[in-house]
């Protein structure tokens, strides 16, 4: 009886710790990347907006629209991602809360140009 505890503590641990490690490794399993303009400026000078939204009731409750706040008024690329964390939160629940990480750019605002020589 004790040897076969043990062996079931054991097992469940080990599964607890093979869950966390892959839910630590895996960032993004899931990821959809919408891009409007790929020419647009370098990450440097238009870094990524990072918000988490949460959907309810299997997509009856929708979140809050996001505002991008981008100056120019008009976003280069969307990405919306999930994680095994993510998914384990959706499966737990039955879909009744579903998070999902949304990443967005900016465009760049547009600097006038003038012509040489007028």
Do not use: H
């Not at 009731?57 to 991008?68: E, F, H, R, T």
Request: proline share 4%; net charge positive; aromatic share 8%.
């Amino acid at each position: 009886m004790s040897i076969y505890l043990f062996s079931y503590r054991t097992n469940r641990s080990l599964f607890l710790v093979t869950l966390v490690t892959i839910s630590l490794t895996l960032q993004s399993c899931m990821t959809t990347r919408i891009v409007s303009k790929y020419d647009s400026d370098t990450m440097v000078n238009n870094p990524a907006n990072r918000k988490t939204a949460w959907t309810y009731a299997w997509g009856l409750v929708q979140s809050k629209d996001i505002n991008p706040k981008c100056e120019s008024g008009a976003m280069t690329s969307v990405t919306v991602k999930t994680n095994i964390g993510y998914i384990l939160i959706s499966a737990a629940t039955l879909g009744i809360a579903v998070p999902l990480k949304v990443e967005w750019t900016c465009n760049p605002k547009s600097i006038p140009t003038e012509q040489l020589g007028e």
